[in-house]
């Protein structure tokens, strides 16, 4: 436990000393919270959400609202919108971190002196993932609070933001964003060892947040209905996913294939 | 210093990389607190053989065991009796240097950190910077912290791979200085090198490898058996008369004047030279003194090389 501490401090210590690294963890979770506050201040103001019935609306609103029916549906749905964007940020944020921890290792060429101390594979790769994964996850929550905090300032309806702490919200922020956090930073060693650059590292790592703006699309086109059942499923398969990608982020992370492979 | 118990031992040890064999049946031991030397040139396997005993490579053949434990199998506790510096420092340049000794100290499992950190920054004369980001050290200065990061748990064993490489003369006579005193406290230290005079100076015994072993002793018993000891007559003038004196002793061979010199190839100096000083000067020689002609170690590496690179073209 010592060492994964250890390993930890050291990460924060390196990697925030970047720039880029500090810029990326801190404006991205700015951004998503922030926006959907500025959208919220302007729509829940407006007019145009009090005349809308809920026979305008699409039939999955219906189950998504549940009793909160038509403008305040409409709302609800905005604001839910919003929260499947924060899933992007777990994912994100691991990745740079772990994308710059990797890459930087093997560029400075530190990985064998580490290798050579009786620390771990799985020491190493837990440290080097919880680095990337506290501030993620912290980050997530700590944005939501802000975000809900904000909507129950500015949505006039409480039933709308008391929906907010539907046990739906807070299994996908609290369990399927630390999930996905860690799909983030086994996805990010995996593909750290075979670049150089810590840029071209996150750039493939970004691919994989696809699935995620995937969900937010599906479900603004009605292709999704993100509720209970699906935040579950969704759960349990990235539970299944992150014990396959970490088995074989630990198989890539040998020392005797980073020491003879990796270049 | 040195104890007759082998700390080292390997047998057969090889290492393939797919088709390539980088090190082949590599068969030696080093003994407790000796500083043996791994030379060969790039390429001949010295790395890979510091990293199997290290335990970062999986040996692909043979056996080895180190501080009595067996690489494959307890890798870990191969891993806590060891110190390694590699190739390249590998340290971490955006922290100071007592957090890169910290970090690492943590790894080892050091209780006693804060001492083991302040014992070998000031060893290093390194103290007073000890706050200093490492990225702000010259080449010297991290070779040295990452000397110090290798001692920090005290291993049994230190591997030092190219320990003086690319350091100006004055760090690497620092280095080479520290390695003597590690000498002395009878550490058992591997070290591989470029530098010939450097192993010569430094090492017990050293072995000349090309992917597999070419010849392994003390640098001076290398040098007698490759070349035998050759003996240097200083004279007021050298003739052929003196030479055919010394021809005609049965332990004596390979004798030639050049100017006011003989030499002559003698089996055992220490005991023999005696009979030949009585005989030139009975010759009528006038010496003015005697002494050995010392081959480098550099002449002994060249002349294995020289043998292999023959041994190549012999078989292509």
């Given amino acids: ?263 | 210093m040195i104890n007759n118990s082998p700390i080292i031992v390997t047998e057969s040890l090889t290492k393939r990389f797919g088709e390539i064999t980088a090190v082949n049946q590599l068969t030696l031991s080093v003994q407790r607190g000796e500083v043996f030397g791994l030379l060969g040139p790039n390429g001949a396997g010295k790395t890979t053989t510091v990293r199997m005993l290290a335990a970062l490579l999986i040996p692909s053949g043979g056996t080895a065991q180190v501080a009595g434990f067996e690489i494959g199998e307890d890798d870990q506790d191969i891993r806590r009796k060891i110190g390694l510096l590699p190739e390249s420092p590998g340290l971490y340049d955006s922290l100071s240097a007592e957090q890169n000794l910290a970090f690492f100290g943590s790894m080892y499992g050091v209780e006693n950190i804060a001492e083991q950190i302040q014992k070998y920054l000031e060893l290093l004369g390194l103290w007073n910077r000890r706050y200093e980001p490492v990225g702000t050290f010259s080449k010297g200065m991290r070779q040295k912290l990452a000397i110090a990061r290798a001692l920090l748990h005290e291993p049994e064993v230190l591997f030092l791979d190219e320990p003086t490489s690319g350091l100006d003369p004055q760090a690497s006579k620092l280095v080479r200085e520290f390695i003597e005193d590690l000498r002395g406290e009878g550490r058992t230290i591997i070290l591989t090198t470029h530098n010939l005079e450097e192993a010569d100076r430094l090492c017990d015994r050293v072995a000349v490898i090309s992917g597999h072993l070419l010849a392994l002793d003390a640098p001076g018993e290398l040098r007698r058996k490759i070349f035998g000891r050759k003996v240097v007559f200083h004279l007021q003038e050298a003739n052929q008369a003196l030479v055919g004196t010394l021809e005609k002793f049965p332990f004596v061979s390979e004798v030639q004047a050049v100017d006011n010199k003989i030499l002559a190839a003698v089996e055992n100096p220490e005991e023999q030279n005696p009979e030949l000083i009585r005989a030139l000067v009975n010759g009528g020689a006038e010496l003015q003194f005697v002494g050995e002609l010392r081959r480098r170690l550099e002449d002994v590496y060249l002349e294995l090389m020289g043998a292999v690179e023959d041994n190549n073209h012999g078989k292509n």
């Fill in chain 1, 1 to 263: 436990m010592e060492r994964i501490k250890a390993i930890i401090i050291k990460e924060w210590r390196e990697v925030f000393k970047n720039k880029f690294v500090l810029f990326t963890v801190s404006f991205l979770p700015l951004m998503i919270t922030i926006l959907p506050l500025f959208v919220l201040y302007f729509a829940g103001g407006s007019d145009d959400f009090a005349s809308i019935s809920a026979a305008d609306l699409p039939p999955q609103f219906e189950q998504l609202c549940g009793d909160v029916i038509g403008g305040d549906c409409m709302l609800y749905y905005i604001v839910t919108q919003f929260i499947l964007l924060f899933m992007m940020v777990p994912v994100i944020i691991p990745m740079t971190i772990a994308s710059y921890s990797i890459v930087g290792e093997k560029t400075t060429r530190t990985l064998e002196p580490l290798l050579a101390t009786p620390v771990t594979t799985v020491e190493i790769l837990v440290g080097k993932g919880l680095a990337g994964v506290i501030p993620a996850v912290l980050t997530t929550w700590i944005g939501y609070l802000v975000y809900a905090a904000g909507a129950y300032l500015m949505v006039s309806n409480t039933a709308v933001v008391s929906k907010l702490f539907d046990p739906l919200w807070m299994m996908a922020i609290f369990l399927v964003g630390p999930l996905l956090s860690l799909m983030g930073v086994s996805i990010a060693v995996m593909i750290s060892s075979r670049v150089n650059d810590p840029r071209v590292a996150e750039q493939i790592s970004g691919i994989f947040v696809l699935p995620v703006v995937g969900l937010f699309i599906g479900q603004m086109t009605g292709m999704i209905l993100v509720n209970e059942t699906f935040i579950l499923w969704l759960a349990a398969a990235l539970l299944v996913l992150d014990i396959v990608l970490f088995y074989f982020a630990v198989q890539v992370f040998q020392r005797e294939t980073i020491l003879s492979r990796w270049k």
